[in-house]
Every structure is written in structure tokens, then in C-alpha cells.
């Protein structure tokens, strides 16, 4: 399905923004550790994950790589990194962390590979949300969220302007 069918809705995220969101999720998990470590869904997770991992002072930080979609379409998820054999088969005292949970294909993934694990995320749709133990906000499933690395500042038209 094209990104345009799904998404109706745009929701700009700054990098100050994501910023204070990340922490604001390590406030929430600072009761729920301490963790051995964290594991990183790349790409989007790992900048809510040093965040996190500085707020909650967690040294040891893994990735695991999933790719499930890009700017025009959902796809198939493929996970295209696994994790290192120092990570506990069931996830016992890790926190997962990623930007997003959309539909939970990632996130099902991962937990999955972790089931033990907690799983948190800075933003939730409604679709995936039941998949995260923690997040801080959650938006519609009809809205594409505009991470600070996947913009550029230019002229954007007002909204009255784009209903024509």
C-alpha cells in the first residue's frame, strides 16, 4: 500500500523535540531498570537510544536492524541485523528501544527475538501500541511522522492553500 492511500497527515518532529520525548520516555522507564543494556532498533531507534542510554546511564548498547517500510510504501519486514551472541536469547534485564511502533511488524519482530525484554518507544499508533510496554505519545494511524533526519527546511505551502 502507497504511503499516500495510508497517510493523511503529516506531524513534523524537531530534533529538540525528539529530544525532550526521549527523555521524557527515560523518565518513565528509570522505575522499570536497571537494564544490562539496550538494544537499538536501527535506523530510527538509535537516537531515542543514546538518549536514553546517557539519562539512564546504561553503557552497553546493541542494534538490531529491521526494515519494514520507507517513505512510499510498507513492505514485508526483513531483518537485515541480528543481534550479538552477548544478548541473552530471551531478553531478560533489556530494554528495546525505537522511535516508532506503526502497524507492530517491527516491533513483533524484535520481541520475538526478545520476548523477556521490555520494549519501549517514543512514538505508538494505535495499531502497534499494544506491542509497546512504554511509550510517551501516542498519534493516529492516518498520520506520517516527520523525523528531523528524513527533512530539509524549505517553503512549505499553508494548509488552506494545499485543500485546493
Known amino acids: 500500500m502507497q504511503n499516500s492511500e495510508r497517510y493523511v497527515k503529516t506531524y513534523p518532529i524537531s530534533w529538540e523535540q525528539l529530544h525532550r520525548d526521549s527523555k521524557a520516555l527515560a523518565w518513565r522507564l528509570l522505575d522499570k531498570g536497571p537494564f544490562r543494556g539496550i538494544v537499538a532498533v536501527a535506523r530510527g531507534g538509535l537516537i531515542p537510544a543514546a538518549v536514553i542510554a546517557r539519562e539512564l546511564e546504561v553503557r552497553r548498547i546493541e542494534t538490531v536492524c529491521v526494515m519494514s517500510y520507507d517513505w512510499q510504501a510498507q513492505r514485508e519486514s526483513s531483518v537485515l541485523k541480528t543481534l550479538g551472541a552477548d544478548v541473552p536469547t530471551d531478553g531478560e ?65 499553508p494548509l488552506a492553500a494545499r485543500k485546493e
Open 93 to 157: 534485564g533489556w530494554l528495546i528501544v525505537d522511535d516508532l511502533t506503526d502497524t507492530g511488524g517491527t516491533a513483533r519482530i524484535v520481541r520475538e527475538m526478545l520476548p523477556k525484554a521490555l520494549f519501549a518507544t517514543v512514538y505508538a499508533k494505535p495499531e502497534g501500541k499494544p506491542l509497546a510496554d512504554v511509550y510517551v505519545t501516542e498519534v493516529s494511524q492516518d498520520t506520517w511522522i516527520l523525523f528531523p533526519w528524513d527533512t530539509e527546511h524549505q517553503y512549505v505551502q
